[in-house]
């Protein structure tokens, strides 16, 4: 058997182990050296995206959408109109309640000049009162001289009780236009207040954007009932970008508010973002989920809790350097924040 000249020198084969042995450590070494300063210098998480400020674009009444002005990535600006509607029954409620208005209102000019007319028929009645009171007490004054017959003196007496009862009656006329008056207000305060609410439901028919961003979601079509409450878009304010972070509660000693942080999106690597935090929640992210922990179970198991953080953007002239780069809201992120 031939002997090959690696066999001839195994001294040198021993080496050349021994120098791949020794790169590998030192690799190791530099690596673990790397990590403990990273980990001992920086705090850093991959569980954070950007986040921005979300407005439900909804309806206040009940309606069927007649028209939609805007859909899934438009921009828009605040007030511009974006969903219509179907009016048509609150036009024709308005419309009777118009001329339930106008009725009433006829009403109670008709009414305020009865009252009047019968206000001056009082007056007359009074006056013919007063002369049959007077014919009442002369005749009596008569029929005790024996000048008038006793017949005389009953016909004096009866018309001075019929010009009480024509009194009386007049009165009663006013009171009744009185209240006719008061119906007819009663009636005009009444569909005025119907007017008025159709007018603001009239209103509401119309959907407006109230605040500026851009369409994240369109949740209805044309033809489709919306209840009080229901989205019909989701804006998203592009202009109040953050990220929202969730830190473990053993890191969040070294965190306060205002301390500077870089981060990375996965999207642009390679691109650098400044930032600092601005908000530190009190209370941990599963606090709000939809079964919060129970801890006082009998099989209770520890697990290290996260604590929501937001943190601003300061140096948006990335943009002006990469015009391509587009932040939108949940985009994954990268953080690292020096400790103190």
């Known amino acids: 058997m031939e002997t090959t000249e690696e ?40 569980d954070a995206y950007v986040d921005s400020d979300k407005v439900a674009v909804s309806s206040k009444i009940l309606g069927r959408i007649a028209t939609i002005y805007a859909a899934e990535g438009d921009s828009v600006i605040k ?25 009433a209102s006829s009403s109670f000019n008709q009414a305020q000049a009865k009252y009047k007319f ?12 007063d002369k049959a009171k007077e014919d009442l007490d002369r005749a009596n004054l008569q029929y005790e001289g024996k000048i008038l017959t006793r017949e005389q003196l009953d016909h004096s ?4 009780e019929s010009a009480q009862a024509q009194l009386e009656a007049a009165k009663a006329q006013v009171n009744l236009s009185n209240a006719m008056i008061e119906s007819a207000q009663s009636t005009i305060r009444t569909a005025g207040a119907q007017v008025s609410t159709i007018e ?22 044309p033809g489709d009932i919306v209840q009080p409450g229901q989205p019909v878009f989701t804006i998203t304010k592009d202009s109040a970008l953050y990220i929202t972070s969730y830190f ?3 890191k969040i000693s070294d965190l306060h508010i205002g301390k500077k942080v870089e981060f990375t999106i996965d999207a642009f690597p390679g691109v650098t973002f400044n930032g600092e935090i601005t908000y530190i ?26 604590i929501p953080i937001r ?30």
């Open 7 to 46: 066999n001839k020198n195994p001294k040198g084969r021993k080496i050349r182990a021994y120098i791949a042995l020794t790169l590998v450590v030192l690799a190791l070494l530099v690596f673990g050296w790397q990590w403990y300063v990273r980990y001992t210098t920086f705090i850093t998480t991959d």
């Open 79 to 103: 007030g511009k109109l974006l969903v219509e509607l179907d009016s048509s029954d609150l036009v024709a409620q308005k419309q009777q309640a118009m001329a339930m208005k106008n009725q």
């Open 118 to 129: 019968d206000r001056l028929s009082i007056r007359v009645q009074e006056v013919a009162l």
């Open 157 to 160: 007496r009866k018309a001075y």
């Open 200 to 221: 603001t439901q009239l209103h509401n028919t119309r959907i407006y954007a109230p605040s500026s961003g851009h369409i994240a979601k369109r949740w209805a079509l």
């Open 248 to 250: 473990e509660e053993t």
């Open 281 to 306: 929640a009190s209370n941990t992210a599963s606090q709000f989920s939809l079964i919060p922990p129970n801890n006082v179970s009998g099989n209770f198991t520890k697990v290290t809790q996260r």
């Open 311 to 340: 943190i601003s953007i300061l140096n948006w002239d990335q943009k002006a350097k990469y015009p391509s780069l587009a932040l939108v809201a949940g985009m994954s992120a990268i953080l690292k924040i020096r400790r103190d």
